[in-house]
């Protein structure tokens, strides 16, 4: 617990990188951390407990040993927490839904960032927002000032693209997935994420589309430590509950896909989208939080409070193959404005400023 440092080149290790989210499950944060660093090459120092910790453990690490050892760099915190007592730090705000839906998560989880968050962006040099959204929730909710925050957008990997269909037969066998047209959705099973809204949607749609179309769904429960308890009733027909994918799995999993559908109710991103869209796939998503900001105009947004609407989305992306090549098409091209390279070379420049 000690902490394990790894050194990039000579010239650059003024900024030391806490990489202690990476021992966890690969979720938006933990791949915003790995791409970053694959970015930058080597570029930054990281630092991560020596054997990993987790939860209580994790928490403790963060808050009591890696202050000693930053030696005067500037620290980059890149995963919504960090270490109260360290000033000199940059840190990366993905949401604030800790403070706007609480009560999709435990008590204890609340109760501690509740209390850390607000102290921390006040403390700190400066703050990365994922979007615009999070930016306005984080100046809302903490009273910072907007000049504190600078919105970068996460990139998507050039690993999500429409050749990954060519893979699809064998992540079929290995997700032993019983269909070969699918509409999926991604995403960890917790209560902002809205499955139960979507599965319900889909009760009131299976009937109207093809009956060989199934519903995919990628992602395992949430850690009981962190997410209130998501329970699924009886599933609708013609549901597939893949769990969680493997990173190599994912993209042909997109790419082979009818339709993409992402109804959560809270995002202070949406991966997942810019994904789907990367991989040539048409996207239905909610209307709410910052997926508008994300989408535009290339995607159906609708609302993931109504199971009517969202139902609809679905029975007109599956039904409608001219819709579905339009959105296709507006899908590329609006991710093309979205890169790793660029979230890290913007995100490198924001950390060599606050170093300065």
């Given at each position: 617990m000690f902490g394990s440092i790894s050194h990039g080149p000579v010239g650059m290790r003024g900024i030391l990188v806490n990489t202690r989210i990476l021992d966890a499950p690969v979720t938006g944060t933990q791949r915003y951390t790995r791409e970053l660093l694959a970015c930058w090459d080597q570029g930054a120092d990281t630092i991560a407990p020596e054997n990993g910790a987790r939860g209580l453990s994790g928490h403790a690490w963060e808050q009591l040993i890696l202050p000693t050892k930053t030696r005067n760099r500037l620290l980059f915190s890149p995963s919504n927490t960090g270490p109260l007592w360290v000033e000199d730090q940059v840190v990366t705000i993905h949401d604030m839904a800790i403070c706007d839906c609480p009560e999709g998560f435990s008590p204890r989880?609340?109760?501690?960032?509740?209390?850390?968050?607000?102290?921390?962006?006040?403390?700190?040099?400066?703050?990365?927002?994922?979007?615009?959204?999070?930016?306005?929730?984080?100046?809302?909710?903490?009273?910072?000032?907007?000049?504190?925050?600078?919105?970068?957008?996460?990139?998507?990997?050039?690993?999500?693209?429409?050749?990954?269909?060519?893979?699809?037969?064998?992540?079929?066998?290995?997700?032993?997935?019983?269909?070969?047209?699918?509409?999926?959705?991604?995403?960890?099973?917790?209560?902002?994420?809205?499955?139960?809204?979507?599965?319900?949607?889909?009760?009131?749609?299976?009937?109207?589309?093809?009956?060989?179309?199934?519903?995919?769904?990628?992602?395992?429960?949430?850690?009981?430590?962190?997410?209130?308890?998501?329970?699924?009733?009886?599933?609708?027909?013609?549901?597939?509950?893949?769990?969680?994918?493997?990173?190599?799995?994912?993209?042909?999993?997109?790419?082979?896909?009818?339709?993409?559908?992402?109804?959560?109710?809270?995002?202070?991103?949406?991966?997942?989208?810019?994904?789907?869209?990367?991989?040539?796939?048409?996207?239905?998503?909610?209307?709410?939080?910052?997926?508008?900001?994300?989408?535009?105009?290339?995607?159906?947004?609708?609302?993931?409070?109504?199971?009517?609407?969202?139902?609809?989305?679905?029975?007109?992306v599956v039904s409608d193959g001219v819709l579905r090549e339009e959105l296709r098409q507006r899908g590329l091209s609006r991710v093309k404005r979205f890169s790793w390279n660029e979230t890290a070379q913007k995100t490198w420049q924001v950390l060599q400023a606050a170093a300065a």
């Open positions: 989880f609340v109760k501690w960032y509740q209390f850390l968050l607000p102290r921390l962006v006040r403390r700190v040099k400066h703050i990365i927002a994922v979007s615009e959204f999070t930016k306005q929730r984080i100046v809302t909710c903490t009273g910072v000032s907007g000049n504190k925050v600078t919105v970068i957008p996460n990139g998507v990997a050039s690993r999500f693209s429409s050749q990954a269909v060519s893979g699809l037969d064998a992540a079929r066998t290995r997700l032993g997935l019983p269909c070969s047209r699918y509409v999926l959705t991604v995403g960890s099973l917790e209560p902002r994420k809205n499955l139960k809204g979507l599965l319900q949607a889909w009760a009131r749609v299976q009937e109207r589309i093809p009956r060989d179309v199934w519903l995919v769904v990628a992602g395992s429960a949430g850690s009981e430590r962190v997410f209130a308890t998501t329970k699924l009733e009886t599933l609708p027909h013609r549901v597939f509950l893949a769990g969680r994918v493997e990173e190599d799995v994912l993209p042909p999993l997109y790419a082979g896909a009818l339709a993409f559908i992402y109804v959560s109710l809270y995002e202070g991103f949406g991966l997942p989208i810019l994904e789907a869209m990367a991989s040539g796939v048409p996207v239905v998503a909610g209307n709410r939080t910052s997926i508008p900001e994300l989408v535009c105009d290339a995607g159906t947004l609708v609302d993931p409070g109504s199971d009517e609407e969202i139902a609809a989305g679905i029975y007109a």
